[in-house]
């Protein structure tokens, strides 16, 4: 009988320090900080930073994933980022750079997460894709948001099917012409 108990208690101690070392995964290598003035909107998830020292960084908005510039609600979402920061002076908390030299992370603006805030206005997609790369509280919090926009059909949520950034891309590698829809179609910044 005690060998069966044994047998459990290491079997539970197992999974504890698996869970605690997933956990550790999650938490950034070097995690860095940029602080500086937002000087370019490029679209809906990208932006340029330029630090006290006047160094600009790219910075890629990390969990969302917004419309591409010639998708529905591409001109849309870029003008809501830009509403949202443009000119401001903003923090990015980052950890990774991606294979485009840009860094990743979450951009605060008067304490505001902004890569949220494009989910809840509508105007991205929760990048599920990655989440894997983001907090607990973060990915509860980003599915959250981008749940509630759908069901409020708010910005490119008014679609009936509205196609992802990363099914259009991979569509247009690939030479298909995906439907646009049939609302705004990205001319706007209605929505939000």
């Not at 894709?129 to 973060?138: C, F, G």
Request: hydrophobic content about 45%; aromatic content about 6%; charged content about 25%.
């Amino acid at each position: 009988m005690r060998s069966v108990g044994m047998k459990k208690a290491l079997k539970c101690l197992g999974v504890l320090a698996l869970c605690a070392a997933s956990q550790l995964a999650v938490l950034p290598a070097h995690a860095e900080v940029i602080a500086g003035r937002v000087v370019k909107v490029a679209d809906g998830d990208t932006i340029t930073v330029l630090d006290s020292a006047n160094t600009p960084h790219k910075i890629r908005l990390a969990g969302i994933d917004a419309p591409e510039k010639k998708q529905a609600f591409g001109n849309a979402s870029r003008l809501s980022l830009a509403q949202l920061v443009a000119g401001q002076s903003v923090r990015v908390e980052t950890d990774k750079i991606d294979r485009y030299g840009r860094s990743v992370g979450v951009v605060f603006a008067s304490g505001v997460d902004v890569n949220r805030t494009q989910l809840e206005r509508g105007m991205a997609w929760w990048y599920r894709a990655y989440a894997r790369e983001q907090s607990p509280a973060n990915q509860a919090a980003y599915s959250l948001a981008e749940d509630d926009a759908r069901s409020a059909r708010r910005g490119l949520w008014v679609e009936k099917e509205p196609i992802a950034p990363w099914d259009w891309r991979r569509s247009a590698r690939h030479g298909v012409q995906l439907e646009l829809g049939t609302a705004a179609h990205g001319s706007g910044a209605q929505g939000f």
